[in-house]
């Protein structure tokens, strides 16, 4: 495991719960590692699987989409249709074994700050062990 | 669709038996004959030998003559049957009968085109067939007439055949299952029948009924030779599918291994045009909408020492597997069709099987089925969110639909 | 149409949606607050029942849209000292209190808590923790912006005139001590009262043994609990330090003193079970009720899930909760006959909803009049359920009676479809 | 036209100046293509920040604006009224955050100003992409159309008619009132008594801003919110339709009775003198309690929860009106022995305590029991339930009323298929949302009140029929445009194959097919633009504005650099 690899993180947040929770996450001064970027999406289900495979294609060590609980959905359906394309993608890199750790799904609400830097952190570190993606090496483009 | 339309009769049980003493391709088309002269049919849709190349087109033919050269069951598929019902219904109602016979895969496909609304069933009669599978394109074309001798007694070889393509040697949905309320095709051909000399005519849908009525055929003969038969072989391709999916996975997964299976593309995007799934008016990955401004190439070149084009390769193959995968139906079109000759279809189909299977879906059995992404469920697959905090709901077991 | 000026007492659920809708048509809202904050109780909870949603997901949104709409005066610290005049033109007299930090100024960041060398307890935590003299009292809390507590700040009350550790360490130069309480002079055509509910004082009722000391538990108390953003940031840590795992739920607490049941008591107690089996799914629990009411058609499957969990509910009478060699024991009558007994490590009591502490006054100020059961009384006799004996004046919302979370906002959007009924007849007059 | 990005960082006093290298930051990003100014600045959010930006956007003749502060949730807000009044398309802005989700979460300042280097140059690219949006206003029209004429539907009428605004009220039926036409009296405590009932009808019939349509049924409506085309037919008239436009529809179709015969344990169609509710309620109005056999009954069971295990729910008001009967009884045949067999007494309104109390006082008696069954024994009738205590017993009376659930009524699966409203798992209307907005729907404009929605007494119907009054009479404004949400989503023709796949996920039914071309249309005046559509097409027909691929695109590639 490589001590210095800072990989790169792209999470798509929907905007009504977890871009919320990352908010409060921040406002509570609660410490994230500094590997991801958030894109503010309005809800979950707008993430198309286009947009996480160039998000792979151009080096992106792990992927992360996270809405409102299933449920609470500020739009009342969109994160369970959500749900259901990131399980396929899911389900594609699983059985390619593409490294199906990259990609993860979270739910995470508005008063969940202390959840939102768990969720992140946990996943920095998981890729921080799986280390750098192979799509990073330009051979493998 | 019409609800009277594709309405499901009881299970059949029985089918009305053709003699085929001269080869089930003449029994077939003397059905269609007399179709046609009865005008039970006004036209079919079928593929005929195009005499220069010795290789098949479709036709929508009226006039019987043409029939000489038609064959319901040619020895290579060369465009997706699915797809040209689609081209001929897509574009508003026809008021004339036509029957279209399609193999299973091709008929599955077309139900996955009906269920994404590229096509309709009104006033079509979708024949389906017995599939022994198809010899691969470019290999037929070497030698059409020695394979299409070869592929000529197809009954004796079914499971045993060399010469069909991989994807066919591991195909266990070369028959269609009978039993649901809104099956695939209105009439199935059922080879392998009895005994070696007759082809069944399996009605499925009341449609399927009406058409063996207006022939005055009577289905009377059991099927059950029939089914035992199907089922035989149907076990042994399901454990030959079965293993060959564990070699080749170990063979193509993991991020360098599946990179390396495309290497060799060349982006020609051959696979998504035959693809019958791949409906797409333009490709998402043919339009400028994945491309970068030259500057941007260059100044990511200088951030990774080089850059390959063209770049998106596995992004295309991966989109393409996220839209078309649950809908795959393993006809292995896209394999006829790559220049460089990649196991795509195999690729594909694994993928395909394993997602399907995730989402407890079978694509083209059943026109009545919705389409998995355009559903959900409130309690369901909770397994792949992290961090999980229940438990799977979900379980992956293939529900059984042959 | 002409534009009409409304006050609207109390920025809980209720009043956020009237004001929001009446600001929506073009209309002024003068919306005044008793708190340094909006979202009245319902910000409060984790979750609401019967979906199990996310409170703070459903309810921030709105507050930003009430904080960022102009239509909107929002009064904050202030309470309606005097109304005069009828209908259409109501004089109204509303005393603002100093919070002596400037709106305009603050950003929120809460540089200046840490310096306060006053710590009180926090009354929105239902002091399940402390806050200091200058602070927003939770996370999340909006607007971000705090208030200084005049009685203990040590330079307001006099204890310590030179102190302004805040006033130091703020750099936006957002604390005034000079600020003094101002009073309001406001013309409106409408009043909407939205002033909500208070919680029976359960030490009224010795027999459940709150204390505030052993792990009994009043239901506002845990729903703060167990909130993400609450004193232990969503962890079960109970006053000992244990962690539940025998928890008895007693419902009705004071129904028969009060004379009325409460309508949601029931099923926010059974929210608490699924929440608690969520969490715990070891912990040992049981529902101490006498008639489940869970009327509407969502509720019901709501309690069976809970059922399908193995919660158990007991139909019983005479509970009550004594201390026995240091665990809780709840006492109880099942039947008519057997008594029965239940040791637990936490206990949680649902009290009765009472009308709020200003009632009174306000109906005075107001010239309304209770019902008998001190709530703002309306002439639901008339078959008007949230018109009041004084035209022009609406009562919505708990301030009416007890109730759940979507009648309260009906109620809100009826009172603001009387009131624009009223102003487009009043076109043709 | 050249793009002149303005670039501004706030230092939010020491909040993230302290934590942030906000001159690296500057150096790194004011190099970048159409970056014509970076600056910082103490507090942008402040009185004179803003006036600064406003300054700074006229004198520098920006084209876009970025901002690199706190989260856009606090301020994206204030700057885009900056923008408006500096007379910048305020969609040409993009704010960034730089606080809660940079600052204040990362404690390394190197790291920390990397990111918001990574932040501040995403937003300088994205703002590039970005179009310029326009509020469209739309006309609309403000009369209503209230569907079903029983008591919800006259309370909404009267509650929404007006000098500028016409009310249709449908009713199936020949005469206003709905159920409680079969009544004999309501409840007093709660205010329901039918002489105020009749006094509404008479003001509908009065009002002239009303039409009532009785005898009649809707026929069809197509449209959205301002702009509804209905058309309804009468089928008295050899059902003549009737054509107009409304602006917004109220459905007040009410609620059926559960049939008891449906659970064969009550008896009801099989043992003489079981009544359902309704029978009692005419049988009371009309005078005479009697049994079949004309004599007056010694000793009556009123059984409540009829129906309710089989639909899975409360109907609420069944107590009350159990208590109602009881009294009525009591009222009518003094020395009558009235036992009331209930589950649980739902009481949740704060004057039903009282009222429950004085029927206790009358001496009727209430009997908590479960597994009722109801048998025949020579001309009585045998109750059998399991007691509170679990034991089993009986107990013989004359006659039993059995009180019913509310069910949805048989017209809803047609009213919800012409308004493409979706129903909830117990059959009744889904509201839009369960919690904060109970009853709208999912389709703008379309509102329901009364029981339609689920079971519910009198009062609360009244309230929800004022209810979408105010939500009515607030969004149609006479003489005021609607403005419908900007980032809405839009159809790219050539990419539409037309396989319909968006209209399954659009919760709010914005999108349609349209045959002619084949292909899917939004319509933008009342779409949410939450983008579920977007994520769903697989041929990427369609585009989400100010969410597009490509500004979101953009925002990947330089998180990845």
Not at chain 3, 288 to 299: V, Y
Not at chain 4, 114 to 126: D, N
């Amino acid at each position: 495991m490589d001590k210095d690899f800072k990989p790169n993180i792209v999470g798509f947040l929907c905007n009504w719960c977890s871009y919320a929770g990352a908010d409060l996450a921040g406002s509570n001064k609660l410490e994230i590692k500094p590997f991801l970027s958030v894109v503010k999406v309005m809800c979950s289900s707008r993430v198309n699987s286009n947009l996480v495979l160039t998000s792979f294609l151009w080096g992106a060590d792990g992927v992360l989409i996270a809405g409102c609980h299933p449920g609470d959905c500020h739009y009342e359906k969109g994160n369970y249709y959500a749900r259901r394309r990131f399980a396929l993608l899911k389900k594609i890199m699983e059985s390619l074994n593409l490294e199906p750790q990259r990609l993860q799904l979270s739910w995470v609400s508005a008063s969940e700050g202390k959840r939102y830097a768990e969720v992140v952190n946990k996943f920095a570190e998981d890729i921080i062990k799986i280390g750098p993606s192979p799509f990073r090496k330009n051979q493998n483009l | 669709m019409t609800a009277t339309e594709n309405i499901k009769i009881e299970k059949p049980t029985k089918g009305a038996s053709i003699p085929a003493k001269e080869g089930i391709k003449k029994a077939i088309l003397g059905i269609l004959k007399k179709a046609l002269e009865t005008e039970s049919l006004d036209a079919i849709m079928i593929p005929v030998k195009v005499p220069e190349t010795e290789s098949y087109a479709w036709v929508l033919l009226k006039d019987t003559v043409l029939l000489e050269n038609a064959n319901p069951l040619p020895p290579v598929m060369t465009i997706q049957g699915g797809k040209v019902l689609s081209d001929l219904t897509k574009h508003g109602k026809i008021n004339k009968n036509i029957a279209v016979i399609l193999r299973p895969c091709e008929t599955r496909a077309a139900v996955e085109l009906f269920k994404l609304k590229q096509l309709h069933f009104e006033n079509i009669s979708l024949i389906s067939i017995d599939c022994p599978g198809a010899i691969p394109l470019s290999e037929y074309l070497a030698e059409p007439e020695k394979n299409e001798k070869s592929f000529g007694n197809i009954l004796d070889k079914w499971d045993k055949d060399d010469s069909v393509r991989a994807i066919c040697k591991t195909c266990y949905r070369f028959s269609l299952p009978t039993l649901t309320n809104t099956p695939a095709s209105d009439l199935h051909i059922g080879l392998s029948g009895n005994t070696k000399d007759d082809v069944l005519l399996i009605p499925i849908t009341s449609k399927g009924e009406k058409l063996l009525e207006k022939l005055d055929l009577k289905p009377d003969s059991s099927l059950k030779k029939w089914e035992i038969k199907i089922n035989e072989i149907k076990k042994i391709k399901s454990q030959r599918r079965k293993k060959f999916n564990q070699d080749f996975k170990t063979e193509i997964s993991g991020p360098e291994k599946f990179t390396a299976v495309f290497d060799g593309c060349i982006n020609c995007h051959n696979c998504q045009s035959v693809c019958p799934i791949c409906y797409c008016q333009q490709c998402y990955f043919d339009s400028a909408t994945t491309k970068l401004s030259s500057e941007d190439y260059f100044r990511r070149a200088k951030d990774r020492g080089a850059l390959r084009f063209p770049l998106d390769t596995i992004l295309f193959h991966l989109g393409r597997m996220s839209h078309m995968a649950l809908s795959c139906v393993s006809c292995g079109a896209c394999e006829d069709a790559c220049p460089m000759s990649i196991s795509v279809s195999q690729v594909f189909s694994l993928v395909g099987e394993q997602t399907q299977q995730a989402f407890n879906y079978t694509p083209g059995i059943n026109r009545g089925e919705t389409l998995p992404l355009q559903d959900y469920l409130e309690d369901e697959f909770c397994e792949v969110e992290t961090p999980s905090e229940c438990e799977p709901t979900n379980s992956n077991e293939v529900k059984e639909n042959v | 149409m002409k534009k009409q000026n409304v006050l609207i007492i109390g920025a809980g659920v209720a009043g956020m949606e009237a004001s929001q809708l009446l600001t929506e048509a073009g209309h002024k809202v003068y919306l005044v607050e008793k708190e340094s904050l909006i979202g009245g109780q319902t910000i409060k909870f984790e979750e609401v029942y019967p979906n199990m949603e996310c409170s703070t997901c459903m309810v921030s949104p709105k507050q930003q849209e009430i904080l960022q709409n102009e239509n909107i005066d929002l009064l904050l610290l202030s309470e309606v000292k005097e109304v005069n005049g009828t209908a259409g033109e109501f004089k109204v007299k509303v005393k603002k209190k100093a919070s002596y930090v400037s709106l305009a100024n603050c950003i929120g960041c809460g540089a200046c808590y840490e310096p306060c060398p006053v710590s009180l307890d926090n009354y929105f935590e239902e002091g399940l923790t402390k806050m200091k003299a200058i602070a927003v009292p939770c996370a999340g809390a909006l607007p971000n912006v705090p208030a200084i507590d005049a009685e203990n700040c040590l330079r307001l009350n006099g204890k310590k005139k030179e102190c302004q550790a805040c006033k130091e360490a703020c750099m936006f130069d957002a604390i005034d001590f000079s600020e003094k309480d101002e009073t309001l002079d406001l013309e409106v055509n409408a009043i909407i009262v939205a002033t909500g509910f208070d919680m029976l004082d359960l030490k009224k009722l010795p027999q459940y043994g709150y204390n505030q000391k052993d792990n009994v538990y009043t239901a506002m108390e845990f729903e703060r609990l167990y909130a993400e953003n609450g004193p232990t940031e969503g962890k079960l840590i109970l006053r000992d330090g244990d962690t539940p795992k025998t928890i008895g739920i007693i419902h009705c607490a004071g129904r028969e003193e009060q004379g009325y049941c409460s309508a949601v008591c029931c099923m926010y107690s059974t929210k608490f079970s699924h929440f608690l089996k969520h969490k715990l799914p070891e912990a040992k629990i049981k529902e101490f009720h006498s008639d489940l009411c869970i009327p509407g058609k969502s509720h019901q499957k709501f309690y069976q899930e809970a059922l399908k969990k193995e919660i158990e509910f007991i139909r019983c009478q005479d509970i009550s909760v004594e201390k026995k060699n240091g665990s809780l024991q709840v006492n109880y009558q099942n039947g008519n006959i057997e008594k029965n007994t239940f040791t637990a490590n936490m206990i949680i009591v649902a009290p009765a909803m009472l009308p709020g502490k200003d009632t009174k006054t306000l109906t005075e100020t107001l010239g309304l009049s209770q019902d008998d059961k001190g709530f703002f009384a309306t002439k639901s006799k008339e078959l008007s359920p949230v018109t009041t004996d004084v035209e022009g004046i609406y009562v919505v919302g708990c301030a009416e009676g007890p109730k759940d979370i979507p009648d309260s906002i009906a109620q809100a959007e009826a009172a603001v479809g009387k009131i624009m009924n009223l102003s487009q007849g009043k076109n043709n007059e | 036209m050249s793009k002149k990005i303005g670039v501004y960082i706030c230092e939010c006093g020491t909040n993230i100046s302290d934590r942030i290298n906000i001159d690296r930051v500057i150096d790194e990003i004011s190099s970048l293509e159409n970056v014509g100014i970076a600056k910082k600045y103490g507090l942008l959010c402040s009185p004179a920040g803003k006036k600064y930006l406003v300054e700074e956007i006229k004198k520098e003749e920006l084209t876009h604006l970025v901002i690199g502060a706190c989260s856009p949730r606090e301020h994206e807000q204030t700057f885009m009224k900056v923008c408006l009044e500096a007379g910048l398309n305020p969609y040409l802005f993009q704010m960034v955050n730089i606080r809660e989700q940079c600052a204040w979460m990362i404690s390394d300042k190197e790291a920390a100003t990397r990111l918001a280097i990574k932040y501040i140059r995403a937003g300088i690219k994205r703002v590039t992409l970005h179009k310029s949006l326009e509020k469209i206003e739309l006309e609309s029209n403000p009369d209503v159309l209230v569907i079903g004429g029983g008591i919800a539907g006259i309370e909404a009428s009267l509650s929404l008619a007006g000098p500028e605004r016409k009310v249709y009220l449908v009713e199936k039926t020949e005469a206003l009132g709905g159920m409680t036409n079969k009544f004999a009296q309501l409840l007093p405590h709660q205010g329901t008594n039918l002489s105020i009932i009749k006094d509404k009808i008479e003001q509908v019939n009065n009002n002239e801003h009303i039409e009532v349509l009785t005898s009649s049924t809707v026929k069809d409506i197509h449209g959205f919110l301002g702009n509804f085309e209905i058309s309804v037919t009468n089928h008295e008239q050899d059902s003549e339709t009737k054509e107009f436009k409304a602006g917004a529809v109220v459905v007040a179709i009410g609620f059926n009775l559960y049939d008891p015969k449906e659970a064969p344990a009550y008896g009801y169609g099989e043992v003489e003198n079981v009544i359902n509710a309704l029978e009692f309620e005419t049988m009371s109005s009309t005078g005479k309690i009697v049994l079949k056999n004309g004599k007056p009954p010694a000793a009556v069971a009123l059984v409540h929860c009829v129906g309710r295990k089989e639909e899975g729910y409360c109907s609420k008001t069944c107590c009350l009106y159990s208590i109602k009967f009881a009294r009525i009884l009591k009222d009518k045949l003094p020395d009558v022995d009235v036992s009331e067999f209930y589950q649980d007494l739902c009481l949740p309104d704060k004057s039903d305590q009282n009222y429950f109390e004085e029927a206790k006082k009358k001496g009727i008696h209430f009997i908590q029991s479960d597994e009722i069954e109801i048998k025949d024994i020579n001309d009585r009738i045998k109750v059998k339930y399991k007691s509170a205590e679990g034991k089993k017993e009986e107990l013989i009376v004359d006659m039993a009323i059995l009180a019913s659930a509310m069910v949805p009524s048989q017209d809803t699966p047609k009213i919800a298929e012409i308004l493409n409203l979706p129903l909830d798992k117990t059959g009744f209307f889904k509201e839009a949302h369960e919690m904060l907005n109970p009853i709208a729907t999912p389709i703008e404009g379309v509102y329901i009140a009364g029981c339609a929605l689920g079971p519910k007494n009198i009062p609360d119907s009244i309230v929800q029929s004022q209810a979408a009054a105010g939500k009515i009479l607030t969004t149609l404004v006479p003489g005021k445009k609607l403005e419908p949400e900007v980032k809405t989503a839009e159809i790219r023709e050539e990419f539409c194959t037309g396989c319909q796949t968006c209209l399954s996920v659009c919760f709010y039914g914005v999108i349609s097919f349209d045959e002619q071309k084949g292909i899917s249309t939004v319509n933008e005046a009342i779409c949410r633009g939450c983008g579920s559509c977007v994520g769903s097409c697989p041929s990427g027909a369609i585009k989400i504005k100010h969410f597009t691929y490509p500004q979101l695109y953009r925002e990947v590639l330089e998180a990845l650099r």
